[in-house]
């Protein structure tokens, strides 16, 4: 496996940050004509890298489970059509959005765990050349309905 390296997030109070990387392949489309060729239902591979911190650890010893974090990404979006699910409804699911929909479903979870880790980045690879970080403006207060 290549190394991989990603633009850092703004410098945080947190004693801890852990990365998950996980990819998922899914098809979308964005229904404008305006989007070219992606208005046409294709697919792609999906990488994604979470960016988790915190302060505190669980009883494991876990600033957050690694493979919790696969399963509520991969486990939900892994082989199914993006534009299906209600998160797409209001926005199609382009790079920019997909980014933004995983940084909810991811800190909407952590917000369920005792030790509330924080998101405070996703990145997300639609090709080898193209790729999208979202990161909140004020931790928790930038989760758009």
Do not use: W
């Amino acid at each position: 496996m290549i190394q991989q390296f990603y633009p850092q997030p703004a410098p945080h109070p947190y004693r801890f940050e852990l990365n998950k990387d996980m990819n998922f392949s899914t098809a979308h489309f964005i229904p404008n004509e305006k989007a070219g060729k992606c208005s046409f239902t294709h697919g792609h591979t999906y990488f994604v890298n979470l960016t988790i911190a915190g302060d505190d650890l669980d009883e494991m010893g876990m600033l957050v489970n690694f493979s919790d974090l696969k399963k509520l990404v991969h486990g939900r979006y892994d082989h199914k059509l993006l534009n299906d699910f209600p998160e797409f409804e209001k926005l199609p699911p382009s790079t920019e959005a997909v980014a933004q929909t995983i940084y909810e479903l991811v800190a909407n979870y952590l917000d369920t765990l005792p030790n509330l880790p924080k998101c405070i980045q996703v990145l997300v690879r639609e090709t080898p050349t193209s790729y999208v970080i979202y990161r909140p403006r004020n931790e928790g207060n930038d989760r758009h309905e």
